[in-house]
């Protein structure tokens, strides 16, 4: 793949154009001559196409170390790529194949000499921070940097986060949670004689969901897969990666910062082998570990035959129900999600008479839910 010699310093594994297949960025230290980063293109048939240029990712800087992460949760990967001083580079991926460097208008250039850094979502407000290490030199005014997320995608230093009295030379940095209270606390790698530091998070205000993968058809640990939380139809995505920026690797637990939210409305696991798992009214404040196939696949009906669905597909909306093999004696109660997550009806179920009409939605695919206090039961309905 590389013909050239370069000052290669750090890598990821990510799907950028998300067609199913993981491509590699490599990131070069000392910007001379031909060192410019590279993005290789993963054919699907063992092989891969340099395409640095046509992605706008062929960067020539004095790259230290990527990380990974959908931070405006649109559905694609962005890179942040720490730097020296002519500032780091946050690059906002386009959805098109391309990418553009926003670090200047989002205020994350830092603009010091930086190492490693790691997406969080510090304070659990359903927002994706950034923490940035590095050196504390008589030119570089930032050893190093805590943005926090407004909300909006811009990002500001705030004042009294608790790394003020950081004066380190920090090469690395990933986040856990060493006292499983769902907040990610940070550990950061510092140059000897500096001992290294543990950045415990004291935020305790907002509800969390911490999720763990593991494979079976896919790799063990489930990486390259993506984890969707979705609540009224809005998603928070994660992209699960093995190594993590410099010379480090984050806790194998996915962090959801939940605000006020009191449940997942629906948690989305796209596996890297196509199987996806798919779960409803996920409770909030736990640690959840699914293994791959273990619940509804989208790909597959619901076997259980304790409720029939027709015609399914439907060209009309309308969807019939053979309810004979209910237990009459209980009452159920039936809800309706679209592909995203979005609760679009709710009603009890008339065990006598009992239908659905999707005609006034689009055509798609609609995960029915029927439950009562006994059982609940699953189905994937195609409206066409």
């Known amino acids: 793949m590389i013909a050239k010699v370069t000052f290669r310093f750090c890598s990821a594994f990510f799907d950028y154009d998300n067609d199913g297949w993981q491509d590699i960025y490599i990131v070069n230290d000392k910007a001379v001559g031909e060192n410019r980063n590279i993005m290789y293109h993963n054919n699907g048939d063992g092989t891969f196409t340099d395409t640095s240029f046509i992605t706008n990712t062929d960067l020539d800087i004095d790259a230290m170390s990527t990380t990974i992460c959908d931070y405006d949760n649109d559905g694609d990967l ?38 490693g850094s790691v997406f969080l979502d510090a304070d659990n407000d359903m927002d994706t921070d950034l923490y940035v290490s590095g050196f504390l030199t008589s030119a570089s005014p ?30 690395s940095n990933a986040i856990g949670d060493i006292d499983n209270d769902g907040y990610p606390d940070i550990s950061v790698l510092n140059f000897a004689p500096r001992n290294n ?88 404040n736990q640690s959840l570990t699914i293994v791959e196939g273990s619940s509804l696949s989208v790909d597959e009906f619901d076997v259980s035959n304790l409720i029939n669905v027709y015609p399914n597909p439907s060209k009309n909306g309308l969807f019939l129900f053979n309810t004979s093999k209910l237990d009459r004696n209980n009452e159920y109660k039936i809800t309706v999600y679209d592909s995203l997550g979005k609760l679009i009806l709710e009603k009890d179920l008339n065990l006598v008479d009992a239908s659905i009409n999707l005609e006034k939605y689009n055509k798609g695919i609609y995960f029915l839910q029927v439950k009562s206090d006994k059982q609940t039961i699953v189905k994937k309905l195609i409206y066409i």
Request: charged share 15%; aromatic share 14%; hydrophobic share 35%.
């Open 78 to 115: 962005d890179i942040y790529i720490s730097n020296t001083f002519d500032g780091n580079a946050f690059m906002q991926n386009n959805g098109n194949g391309t990418f553009t460097n926003i670090a200047l208008t989002n205020n994350t250039l830092m603009e010091s000499f930086a190492w």
């Open 197 to 284: 530091f543990l950045f415990k998070n004291n935020n305790s205000t907002n509800n969390y969901l911490k999720v763990k993968l593991e494979g079976t058809t896919s790799n063990r640990d489930g990486i390259g897969s993506w984890i969707q939380a979705y609540n009224n139809g809005v998603p928070q995505n994660r992209y699960t990666l093995a190594g993590e920026g410099y010379t480090a690797q984050n806790s194998n637990y996915e962090f959801f910062g939940l605000g006020s939210e009191t449940k997942v409305d629906m948690l989305k696991i796209t596996w890297l082998s196509g199987i996806v798992d798919v779960l409803f009214d996920v409770a909030v």
């Open 142 to 171: 930032l050893p190093s940097a805590f943005y926090e997320n407004d909300g909006t995608g811009s990002f500001t230093i705030p004042s009294s986060a608790g790394f003020e009295n950081d004066d380190a030379m920090s090469f």
